[in-house]
């Protein structure tokens, strides 16, 4: 399904009243996403591999609506295919998370999901036979996050589903690199960026399980 369908189904739920979830249920679940993408620029082609795996532990605060917090983590690699190098992040999450579901029937529902959390991790460049020098970088920052959903009740107490990660964020690092030369030479970088999830590829999708105790 195309993802502006998504956005769309997402919107409607915020204005339904239908109830799922009891209050006072405890929500278990996780979530993961791969992709794995080719990308071509003038200069050079290069190709990267990302995952990220988070857990969640919430309570229904009230009918259909879930208030908890997340742990994560995700890892990404871009290697050069033009040019050789390699540029591996590692990245740790933490942060509270609310979701909002809606039956559609036939053990179906919609959901939207709001994040907010902190990050930290570590960035390596590493240029391979070349005499460039390699890059070391630690990061700290924050994002928003809204992730709409489908999913499937396989159980009475168990659930799956298909998420569209992050459709739409915002997020804030700052990163203080290290350039190893016989002189190690400090930078550091802020950004603030807007950003959009929007591909139609199936890479762009992520999955997850849930337990309603």
Same mark, same amino acid.
């Given at each position: 399904m195309p993802k502006f369908y998504f956005l769309l189904l997402f919107v409607l739920i915020t204005f339904s009243a239908s109830s799922q979830i009891r209050k006072n249920a405890t929500f278990i679940g996780g979530q993961f996403a791969f992709n794995n993408d080719n990308n071509k620029f003038e200069g050079g082609d290069d190709e990267s591999r990302n995952g990220s795996f988070n857990l969640l532990l919430g309570k229904a605060l009230s009918e259909n609506n879930v208030l908890g917090v997340s742990v994560?983590?995700?890892s990404s690699k871009t290697e050069g295919l033009t040019i050789p190098y390699s540029n591996t992040n590692n990245r740790y999450?933490?942060?509270?998370?609310? =979701? =909002?579901y809606n039956?559609? #029937?036939s053990k179906f529902y919609l959901f939207g999901q709001f994040d907010a959390g902190v990050s930290f991790g570590k960035e390596e460049v590493d240029y391979?036979? @070349?005499? @460039?020098?390699? @890059?070391?970088?630690?990061e700290f920052g924050f994002n928003l996050g809204i992730t709409p959903g489908v999913s499937y009740q396989l159980s009475k107490k168990m659930q799956v589903e298909v998420t569209l990660p992050n459709v739409v964020g915002l997020q804030y690092s700052r990163t203080k690199y290290e350039t190893k030369q016989p002189q190690p030479i400090e930078s550091t970088r802020t950004r603030t960026s807007l950003y959009t999830n929007l591909r139609t590829s199936l890479s762009a999708l992520g999955f #997850?399980?849930?337990? &309603? &105790?």
């Open positions: 994560g983590a995700s999450n933490v942060g509270a998370f609310f =979701r =909002r039956p559609l #029937g391979l036979n @070349t005499a @460039t020098a390699d @890059t070391e970088g630690k #997850g399980f849930v337990f &309603i &105790i």
